[in-house]
Each structure stands twice: as structure tokens, then as C-alpha cells.
């Protein structure tokens, strides 16, 4: 007996082997994709009728700083080392753990909300990060943001923090949880720290995920102290391997990016951030060509504003063909792809497929909208057309976290209050009560 059967869905299996199927259906049982097929021959405890629905893979969001909801609109504007140093670093000083939870249990609130099944994230008091995924039933690789600046002693600090994190999260959560080692960025983590990072992560048989080459002072900072990009640092120290995500890539000479294609270093690229702060085109095409895994991310909310990856999969397919004056540099399937698929890669977790024996991680998108009508392609309206609010079903692990638009694994007022209560933490001007969205009877 199934727990789980999905009905009269079109099922986006995102398979290459069987393909999608205009009608299908899928059973779940133990957490597991058990039948993917035209009919299942078994019964099942529950059903869910995906009548009028596509049934894909949840979404993969690899690179995240899941508690920066706090820092919506915090500050926007800005060149990225002026926004990072003189106003986000120094708010996040204020903020603790308790603060942490309740802005990751906001970005789970939205990820799940807009269909993201898994995300990579890396912040500061990572283990609230960790309690809130595990208490809201998402699947995530989390790590905590190490940063040296050359000093020893907060080098030592830092990857203690690090070595924690992974000695009490990886495998949390009944193996939602996976850890990884976040040394921030090549410019801001010393050679030795990098090298130290690098030999943990090897002999914890955890991945590493860092930030490199986001902007064009990162690599003429990197030139000036030592001779070489970060790409070729990290190279030369031998940081890379297929265990890396590196976030951004974006000025990359050719030979960085045959580089991370040898080693088999993944991308996560986030183009809705990148335009935001101004830091550059990431060569996505290129890399796809040379066989580099890259897969799409948010980045953090405040350099997006929001996570839903409905958007950054429109502004992935948009921004490449108006760079390259190209409409067929990436299309709507090789998007997709990337969102779920490659992402899921990325991680080293059986998903971003709907596979007999992969996770139950999927979810249900509702195309019996105006905005979505009439219905030629459904690859073509899940990237151009459609939006994180058409999401109505959302499975992790076999369990069902939303239902017809329901959130049923958190209370989302309760989740917002405590949100917007942390945020005051920031000391700045607050509009939530102005706008009176701190009263319950006020219509959300
Ligand atoms: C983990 C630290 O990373 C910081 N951060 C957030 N967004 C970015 C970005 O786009 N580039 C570099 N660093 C970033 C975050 O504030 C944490 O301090
Ligand atoms: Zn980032």
C-alpha cells in the first residue's frame, strides 16, 4: 500500500529515460517515489487529484542566505562591497539565533509557498537554519559562513564553528539535513584558512560552498595579492573538486572555465541577484558548453528580494539571450533543468527527477489560471508564464507541507509576526505596524 498517490496530473518527470507523461500518476511510499507510470496498480492512504496540473520535481534553490528575509529591502541600491561592509555585515552583528529562526522559518515559508523543495544555504547562526528546517519538513544543505580576513585566531574560531556545524547537522532531520563547509569567498578567507577548509571538508566527506569571482573587485583584488584570479588560486591550492558549489562565477576567463569543468566544480548561478547588484553576466552558455553542472539560485533576500525560483528561471532564460543577441543559447527544457535536475546534482540528493526510488519531493502547479491559458507547451509556461503563486501541493520526503495552497506544516501568520518581530532587532524604521499588518483581523 502507497501512502501517497498522485492523479490525472501531467507529470513532468524531468526524466530523460521515460520521459513526461500527459497523464500519469505517482506513488509515494516511505518517503520514496515508488511507481511513476499510467496507472498504478496498487492503493494508496491518500490521494491527490492533480487534475488540471502539472506534477514536476520541487525546485532546487542552490545558493541561498536563507535568514537575510530579515533583510528585505534593508538596504538596496548599492555597490555590492558598500552594501555588504557598511550596511549588511554590521546589521548582522545584531542579529542572534533566535532572530536566525525566525527568518529561515519566513524563507521556508516562501520557498515552499513558490514551489522550492530544497535549498543550499549559507549564513551566520546556522544551527537556528537547521531547527527551522527540520521543523518545517524541507530538505536542505546547509553550511555556516566562515570568513578569516587573515586572522588566525578567527580562522581557528571560524572553522571550529564550521567543524560543529557538520559533527552535529549532517544527516539531521532524518537525512533532510545535509552539512557542507562555507568558507565565504576567496577574498575574504586567507590561502592557509581555505587550504585548512578544504582538508575538513575531505576528511568529513562533506562539500564545500563558497562564493567566487561575484565582482570585478573580487578579481582585480585577487590579481593584486596574488598574481592570479580566484579561479586559479583555488586551482592552484587544490581547492576544486566535483565536492565544490561555487556561487556567482561570473568573470571568468576561458580558462577558469575550463578549469571548473575539469575539476567538476558545480555552479550556481543567480541571475536575478546579479543584475540587482550590478555584478556582471555569469558566461552560462559557455559553461553549459564545456559540460560545467549549473544549476539556478535566489541568493539571499537581500539581493533579490524574494526566493521564488519561478522568477530567477524567467530571468536565467531572458538574461542569456539578450546578452548573447541568441534565443537559442538555453531554452525553456534546459532551464528547468537547471532548477531542478542539476541543481539536485549539485547537492548529491537522490531528487530533481520523479524517479522510482528517488525522494518524494515534488510538487503540483495549478496551469487552470488566466495567465497560463491557453496551454501549447508546458515546459514554455513553466518557465515564461507561470509564477511560485501557481504552486498549490508541495511533498518533501513523501509528506504533504502544502495542499490546495494550504500551508499545513507551519502557522504562516504566526511565521510573519515572528518575523517582522526579529527585524526590529535591525533598529530601523519598521512600516509593518504602520500598516497595521501586525493586526490579525486585518484581511492577509
Ligand atoms: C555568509 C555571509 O555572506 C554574506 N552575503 C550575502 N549575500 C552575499 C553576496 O551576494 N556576496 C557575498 N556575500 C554575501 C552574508 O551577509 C553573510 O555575512
Ligand atoms: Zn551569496
Redesign the pocket.
Known sequence: MADILIKNGYILTMDPDTGDLKKGEVAIENGRIIYVGLSYNGKADKIIDASGSVVMPGLVNTHN?AG?TLLRGYADDLP?AEW?EDY??PV?EKLGPEEIYAGVRLACLEMIKSGTTTFAD???HEQAAARAVEDCGMRAALSY?M?DFGDPQRAESSLLKGRNFVKDFNGAANGRISAMY?P??PHTCSQQFLQDVRKQARKDDVKVHI?VL?TEAELNQMKEKYGKCSVNMLHDIGFFDSDVLAA?CIWLSEGDMNILAETGVHVSHDPV?NMK?A?GIAPVPQLLEKGVNVSLST??C??NNNLDMFGVMKTAALLHKVNSMDLTVIDARKVLEMATVYGAKALGIEAGMIKEGYYGDLIVVDMKRPHLTPLYDVDSHLVYSARGSDVTTVLVDGKVLMENGKVLCMDEYEIMMEASKAAKKTDSQHLIDVLGLNDPSVDQ
Open positions: 542566505h537575510m555590492l555588504l549588511i555585515w548582522e549559507m549564513y551566520i559562513g570568513i562555507g565565504h569567498a562564493h561575484e556567482h541577484s547588484t555584478a541568493d539571499g537581500a539581493s
